[in-house]
């Protein structure tokens, strides 16, 4: 059998070359003091790529070195930038608005009865307000493995999406429901403070919902890129936070090794068994997710929780729940005894799984270099695997 060599990756997704080397750049022009501003190098650079129009590789080598150096050259500008005071924009008026606004729902919120933990955990997962979160609940959603649905993220922006896609007339008026959605969905952006992984969300969802109106491929690491990009053109910093590096990662391990756990079982079989394929669809999410996040969970929180997968399909549906009637008590509080049910009936079963023994591993400090090499080792792993699987038989499309 006859293997094509190219890697599929690569040739299905050429902004993730290009997202690679913005990134290299900023990390370039943050780590390394360049006295000389690289303009003049970026310019002269644009100029050869145009020259080179007659070599593809060596133009597409060319197009890599611009990307570079823009990274360098975004970085070093907003380095200089921010030993300048700045005035209050329109972007930081509109932030603080909205974010009057989100004081306004919490009170309302917690007039309508809901209190305690309950209160800090529908604040969290709701509106994005962390402060009412006690050491002793953080540590709880931590080591179950579930503090990821407390930090606003990309679930939680789908989950909203899924909802207002239900309740619009997304059938007779796709174009209408999907600008309304992506519209509801930027307003909640505001709402919430704008954090790094809900705008790497929105971002990728305003993609989905405007390739969904032309019917083309909705996901793929080629979108995942592009949004990188952009963000990152907006403002080369965020590429250091939190944030930023454990959704993209996420998200990228979940698009790279999702297909391959679908290849465990035939499509027929998946098909013809409708719980089992989606019990094994939130398995392989789940999964992938870990892969991609685990080693910065490593390097930054020095834990790694152990029943991951089992707080997953506890917290995934509770989160449906919570953020549906969040809205429901937001606009009839006599209902807040529902949501506080739910919410304090979600911390004692976390609890309880904190209790299992081995429920995390302490202790991990990896340092940059071992963190990188991690990484580079899972993509070298996936980069096998993508190889073999024409030889092996496995089905590659779906």
């Known amino acids: 059998m006859h293997l094509d060599m190219r890697n599929r990756l690569l040739d299905n997704a050429p902004l993730l070359r290009l997202a690679v080397c913005l990134i290299v750049g900023i990390v370039i022009a943050n780590y390394v003091p360049l006295a000389l501003s690289v303009l003049p190098a970026l310019a002269i650079m644009v100029v050869v790529t145009l020259l080179l129009w007659k070599y593809e590789n060596l133009q597409s080598i060319a197009i890599l070195a611009c990307f570079l150096l823009v990274g360098v050259f975004l970085m070093q500008?907003?380095?200089?930038?921010?030993?300048?005071?700045?005035?209050?924009?329109?972007?930081?008026?509109?932030?603080?608005?909205?974010?009057?606004?989100?004081?306004?729902?919490?009170?309302?919120?917690?007039?309508?009865?809901?209190?305690?933990?309950?209160?800090?955990?529908?604040?969290?997962?709701?509106?994005?307000?962390?402060?009412?979160?006690?050491?002793?609940?953080?540590?709880?959603?931590?080591?179950?493995?579930?503090?990821?649905?407390?930090?606003?993220?990309?679930?939680?922006?789908?989950?909203?999406?899924?909802?207002?896609?239900?309740?619009?007339?997304?059938?007779?008026?796709?174009?209408?429901?999907?600008?309304?959605?992506?519209?509801?969905?930027?307003?909640?952006?505001?709402?919430?403070?704008?954090?790094?992984?809900?705008?790497?969300?929105?971002?990728?969802?305003?993609?989905?919902?405007?390739?969904?109106?032309?019917?083309?491929?909705?996901?793929?690491?080629?979108?995942?890129?592009f949004t990188a990009i952009v963000m990152l053109m907006c403002n080369p910093e965020w590429l250091f936070d939190i944030g930023f590096q454990l959704s993209f990662m996420a998200v990228l391990a979940i698009l790279l090794f999702v297909p391959l756990f679908e290849d465990v079982f035939s499509a027929k079989y998946l098909q013809e068994h409708r719980w089992i394929r989606r019990i094994w669809g939130l398995v392989a999410v789940s999964v992938s997710a870990q892969i991609g996040v685990a080693p910065l969970i490593a390097y930054y929180f020095g834990r790694l929780s152990t029943y991951f997968l089992l707080t997953n399909f506890i917290v995934l549906p509770a989160a449906y729940l919570i953020l549906g009637f969040s809205l429901i008590v937001l606009l009839f509080p006599s209902l807040a005894y529902i949501l506080l049910y739910i919410v304090d009936t979600l911390n004692a079963v976390l609890l309880r799984i904190t209790a299992i023994p081995g429920s995390s591993i302490e202790g991990f400090h990896p340092n940059v270099l071992q963190v990188v090499l991690t990484y580079v080792i899972i993509f070298c792993t996936y980069l096998l695997i993508e190889r073999i699987r024409p030889a092996q038989g496995w089905r590659s499309s779906r």
């Open 77 to 225: 500008r907003h380095l200089s930038a921010s030993d300048e005071s700045v005035s209050m924009s329109r972007l930081d008026k509109s932030k603080a608005y909205f974010l009057n606004q989100r004081g306004i729902l919490l009170d309302r919120l917690a007039d309508s009865g809901v209190g305690g933990d309950a209160y800090a955990v529908v604040a969290a997962m709701a509106l994005g307000d962390k402060s009412a979160l006690t050491h002793e609940i953080r540590d709880t959603y931590s080591v179950s493995g579930a503090s990821h649905v407390l930090a606003l993220s990309g679930l939680h922006l789908g989950i909203i999406y899924c909802l207002l896609w239900l309740l619009l007339p997304h059938r007779r008026w796709p174009a209408v429901s999907q600008t309304i959605i992506l519209i509801a969905i930027w307003l909640y952006v505001l709402l919430v403070g704008m954090p790094v992984s809900v705008v790497r969300s929105a971002v990728m969802l305003t993609v989905y919902g405007l390739l969904s109106i032309g019917h083309r491929n909705k996901m793929s690491v080629n979108a995942l890129a």
